[in-house]
């Protein structure tokens, strides 16, 4: 390495005369080994062949000597070899090996005699069978073994033993010869290589310490000297080209230099220009914020009205009204409806052009979440007079991960397009899956009607803003032309895209796609599995619609049960019929409440008159609420009623219900209504309102949904009568003077957080946000307050009863009057058992008819309940007396019918606890009870309504 480095660092002049003096001498001492080597080789050659020609003589004339023994001939013969000064010694040996004479010349012999060489023993009987000549050439001499021959017989052999000691003199003195004309080469060639020194670097180092002052002065000026014609061509042209890039250099350090000045200029300028850009930013984002500001004005100043009007409609249309008055209200109902919806769009529209809608991802469960989208539509479709069916795929995974909000929302803007431009037929929703990979799926959701349909060339910009499919679709649908937009707009957000097919007078079929992440680890509903009990069971479908008659031959068939399809009522009478007669009668019929030929109950009634079809099963499925139905499907003694459009899972529980695997009241079947109030019966509901219009709109729902609530003005009267009371739940305005909602919620959960460090049982109670602002952040800015959910005005009554069952459902099950706590376990006090307050909530709730017909519906039931009872009873069947037992539990106490509901109470545990000894004294009290509590009731509702719930 210390080398490397030496001669990466040492002179041109060093490297030049090591070079010269490397080639020189190199050349030299290959031309002086080739010399040494070839003279060596000549020599040995030529001293070979004379000693094979001396030793083929001396052995031809030794052939007597050895045949006859004669030594001192044979002595005489070895001593004519001193004749050739290269011979040192010689022997003669007999065939056997034997030494016969030897010979050595003066200068041998005065140095010591030599003895017979080994390779002699060792070459000597080869020799001696073969007959040739061999030698050995060695350092210092040659060893020549011959043969002597006789009558072609090998008798004995010469040995000559020859000197190397001329040849080594004579390589000497060439080798000295050659150092000397080396060093004379040598010493020429540092003649030349001065010489050429001085022609050649002398230049190149002018050049190099021009480079140095360059390098240290920073002088691009300066030049190189070419040394007046002396360089040498190349060195010539390094000199030029140096001056030449030296020129260049300073021409672009004087560009450099004017650049300079004007990118100064230009700084200058853009400094102005940043000054003005910032002046602009500040300006639009102040009018963004301005925007944003009135749009949240706008939201609220707009909704505060329309929650009066929407809401005060809603429950016009809950009191008695003549045709005329009532057509004048639905028409109040679906204007401000539709304006409340342009509004959304609008508000939608502006977060997503500014980037600000930002996604929720949640775990939901797919199925369900379609299904209630479609649902709200029923009865639009209804009212239209459209089929309404969705179905979705099994191959569909049961739970994802996405924005469930944003995925409704899509599904409805396009229901409520396709309801909206479709004047006859039907509207379905169909759901599959396009593709699934581990993690992921795409979905595809395609939403087609029977409607008017879309010219071809309106198809490419039909999801484009204010884009409608002629100019006469705004005067006569109305809307904003922004749904579609939007749609478009959230699909890209959610993954996926939108498209149409459509065709004029033969409706239209919108599709879109979103990809959703997969969700394990969600148990999947019995509605999901085999048929738990359904299976083998035969079922008649009767309904008009061949998609709503496959969407249920799809559940039906997946739960194993065997399924006939009828398209009108006569032809479902004759299947029936058929069926009966065969012996192979039907479990169950599902009846569409309005098939062709005769609508559903009417068919219920035809059914329920043939003895043949006495153990029929009859489900009815209509659009229309429980309401409009309740009278005619007790007349027709219905087993249970389903709200169209069909939900798979309260089918399943409906089916396992009417078969009797499943107590009426159990979750997902008929006794989840929600066309009446009775499970939010007694719900204490704080109403924090400054608005009297929205307080009144606010109280009238509440108490049609049978909640007792308290209104409180202000924020401060609030936090006063949550000290003083228990409530269940606080409905709490946002925008108040004085303290507004979101400090009246900081000061309660403090109020909370100090009572638990005291020590006192003070539980968290649910504050829902009440606001008119609907903008990007007002839901987050609620939760950051403390409030645990936010429903946005005007709002729906399906909307509040969802929130709050979501929140108090599971305490306001319990018996009203109690405060949430459970049922008292003393009994109540009165012959009849019936709890008065309870029954004066009832009257309160402001439907004309709803105190009779809740009353008539629990009369009517409850005897066939405790038939059933007793039958589970004898049975000593456990798991069948505990869902009666619950069911009658639950319906008699929100009814107040106390001392019924404590004995199903206490008949229940025992039959969770396998206790069975007690059931039939339970039963006994339970039928005493019920026959006290009967005729009171039955007062309580008049005689025309007594005579219509009477038994059967």
């Not at 939403?447 to 002629?470: L, N, R, Y």
């Not at 153990?615 to 009815?620: A, N």
């Not at 309102?689 to 729902?701: G, I, L, M, R, S």
Request: proline letters at 4%; charged letters at 25%.
């Amino acid at each position: 390495m210390r080398h490397s480095s030496r001669g990466r660092n040492s002179s041109i002049r060093s490297r030049l005369r090591y070079s010269i003096w490397a080639t020189v001498g190199g050349t030299l001492a290959f031309v002086a080994l080739l010399v040494l080597g070839f003279q060596a080789f000549s020599y040995s050659r030529s001293l070979l062949e004379r000693l094979d020609v001396v030793a083929g003589i001396v052995a031809r004339n030794a052939t007597a000597a050895i045949e006859f023994a004669d030594a001192r001939q044979a002595a005489k013969l070895l001593s004519s070899l001193q004749a050739d000064p290269d011979i040192e010694s010689g022997a003669l040996f007999t065939s056997d090996g034997e030494l016969f004479v030897s010979h050595q010349s003066e200068g041998a012999r005065r140095a010591s005699p030599a003895p017979t060489p080994p390779w002699v023993s060792e070459k000597l009987p080869l020799l001696v069978s073969v007959g040739q000549a061999v030698h050995r050439l060695q350092i210092d001499g040659v060893d020549y073994l011959s043969p002597v021959v006789l009558h072609n017989e090998t008798i004995g052999c010469l040995y000559i033993r020859a000197s190397l000691t001329r040849l080594h003199q004579q390589l000497l003195l060439n080798t000295l010869l050659i150092v000397t004309v080396l060093l004379l080469a040598g010493g020429v060639a540092s003649l030349f290589s001065e010489r050429l020194q001085h022609r050649v670097v002398a230049p190149i180092l002018r050049l190099a310490e021009s480079m140095r002052r360059v390098s240290e002065q920073q002088d691009f000026s300066i030049r190189a000297s070419s040394g007046d014609g002396e360089s040498p061509e190349e060195v010539a042209r390094l000199t030029e080209g140096f001056n030449s890039m030296l020129a260049q250099i300073e021409e672009r350090d004087h560009r450099l230099a004017e650049r300079g000045d004007e990118l100064a200029r230009s700084n200058r300028e853009l400094a102005t220009v940043a000054q003005r850009a910032n002046e602009a930013q500040a300006m639009a984002e102040q009018a963004s914020r301005a925007k944003s500001i009135f749009l949240a004005n706008m939201s609220h100043e707009i909704r505060t009205p329309m929650n009066g009007i929407i809401g005060m409609t809603e429950v016009l249309l809950d009191t008695p009204l003549n045709e005329r008055q009532r057509d004048f209200a639905q028409t109040v109902m679906h204007s401000g409806q539709a304006l409340l919806s342009v509004i959304n769009d609008i508000l939608d529209f502006s977060k997503i052009e500014a980037g600000k809608l930002e996604l929720d991802p949640v775990d939901f469960c797919l199925r369900e979440s379609m299904e209630e989208a479609v649902g709200l539509f029923a009865e639009r479709a209804h009212a239209k007079g459209l089929n309404l069916a969705c179905a979705i795929g099994p191959e569909l995974p049961l739970w994802v991960t996405g924005d469930a909000g944003r995925l409704r929302q899509i599904v409805t803007n396009l229901l409520s397009n396709a309801i909206k431009f479709t004047a006859r037929g039907e509207v379905w929703v169909d759901v599959g899956l396009v593709e699934q990979g581990e993690t992921d799926i795409v979905l595809r959701t395609t939403v087609s009607d029977t409607g008017t349909g879309i010219e071809p060339a309106k198809q490419k910009s039909i999801f484009d803003e204010f884009s409608q499919a002629d100019s006469s679709t705004a005067r006569r649908y109305g809307g904003t032309g922004l749904g579609l937009a939007i749609v478009r707009q959230l699909s890209a957000l959610l993954g996926g895209e939108v498209g149409v097919v459509s065709a004029p007078g033969k409706g239209s079929s919108f599709w879109f796609t979103v990809r959703l992440q997969l969700a394990p680890g969600h148990p999947a509903g019995e509605h999901e599995g085999d048929g738990n009990g359904l299976r083998g069971q035969r079922v008649l479908v009767v309904a008009e619609s061949s998609r709503g008659r496959d969407v249920l031959f799809r559940y039906l068939h997946g739960w194993g049960m065997h399924c006939e399809m009828a398209s009108e009522a006569g032809e479902a009478l004759a299947v029936l019929r058929r069926a009966a007669d065969a012996d192979r009668p039907f479990a169950i019929a599902l009846l569409d409440a309005e098939p062709a030929g005769l609508d559903g109950v009417a068919l219920a009634r035809r059914v329920r008159a043939d003895d043949r079809l006495c153990g029929l099963r009859l489900v009815i499925l209509s659009a229309m609420t429980r309401a409009a139905l309740a009278g005619a499907t007790t007349a027709a003694v219905a087993d249970d009623y389903l709200h169209k459009p069909i939900r798979k899972a309260q089918l399943f529980a409906s089916l396992r219900r009417v078969v009797g695997l499943l107590a009426a009241d159990q979750p997902g079947g008929a006794g989840e209504n929600d066309d009446e109030p009775g499970p939010l019966l007694g719900v204490k509901v704080l109403l924090v309102e400054d608005n009297a219009v929205n307080q009144a709109v606010a109280c009238a729902t509440l108490d049609w949904l049978g909640c007792r609530t308290r209104v409180a003005d202000g924020g401060l009267e609030a936090i006063a009568a949550l000290c003083a009371e228990t409530f269940d739940i606080v409905l709490m305005d946002c925008q108040m003077p004085g303290i507004d909602g979101y400090e009246a919620t900081r000061r309660i959960r403090r109020l909370e957080s100090e009572a638990q460090r005291d020590g006192q049982a003070r539980q968290r109670i649910p504050i829902i946000a009440l606001t008119a602002n609907a903008m990007q952040g007002d839901r987050d800015e609620c939760l950051a307050a403390g409030m645990d959910d936010y429903m946005s005005k005007p709002f729906r009554r399906d909307v509040l009863r969802a929130m709050l069952e979501r929140w108090v459902r599971p305490a306001a099950a319990k018996p009203p009057g109690q405060g949430g706590a459970p049922a008292a376990a003393n009994e109540p006090v009165g012959a009849h058992g019936v709890d008065e307050e309870i029954l004066q909530t009832l009257r309160s709730i402001g439907k004309a008819d709803f105190f009779a017909r809740v009353i008539g519906i629990f009369l009517d039931s409850t005897p066939r309940k405790l038939a059933e009872l007793e039958a589970a009873v004898q049975a000593k069947d456990a798991g069948q007396v505990a869902a009666l037992a619950h069911q009658l539990k639950s319906s008699s106490a929100t009814l107040g019918v106390m001392r019924l509901s404590h004995a199903a109470k206490v008949l229940e545990a025992d039959a969770r606890n396998g206790r069975s000894d007690d059931f039939a004294r339970h039963a006994t009290t339970m039928l005493t009870a019920f026959a006290a509590a009967q005729p009171y009731l039955r007062q309580l509702t008049g005689p025309a309504a007594a005579e219509s719930n009477s038994p059967a």
